[in-house]
Nanobody, 125 residues
Framework: QVQLMESGGGSVQPGGALRLSCTAS????????AAWFRQAPGKEREGVAA???????TYADSVKGRFFLSRDNAKNTLYLQMNALKPEDTAMYYC???????????????????WGQGTQVTVSS
């Protein structure tokens, strides 16, 4: 059974930083695509960042230069380093994994094989 588990969310002030983690069981990130998405209350889920097997990354324009996606193959863990956080970054953050190139390249919300349950990030004064 494949399971993705996010952690690292919390409440921070604007300008603060958080590091989210996503650990997979029954699945390896090393040769597949992985991504982070987020969804705020009343809004649609949106792509944040995605990574390919060769560690090529793509980011949403809203987070470029602030968020950084990486993975530790030995720990089978995906990370999202979030810096200079803004109130508009407040959302539930989800990790996803799959083997669909199009989903990775376009940061589509559809086309992913597995999803985690999410971790809440709240940015407020």
């Amino acid at each position: 059974q494949v399971q993705l588990m996010e952690s690292g969310g919390g409440s921070v002030q604007p300008g603060g930083a958080l590091r989210l983690s996503c650990t997979a069981s029954g699945w390896t990130f090393r040769r597949t695509y992985a991504a982070w998405f987020r969804q705020a209350p009343g809004k649609e889920r949106e792509g944040v960042a995605a990574i390919a097997s060769g560690d090529t990354t793509t980011y949403a324009d809203s987070v470029k230069g602030r968020f950084f996606l990486s993975r530790d193959n030995a720990k089978n863990t995906l990370y999202l380093q979030m810096n200079a956080l803004k109130p508009e970054d407040t959302a539930m953050y989800y990790c996803a994994a799959g083997n669909n190139w199009y989903a990775y390249a376009r940061l589509n919300t559809t086309g992913w094989n597995y999803w985690g349950q999410g971790t809440q990030v709240t940015v407020s004064s």
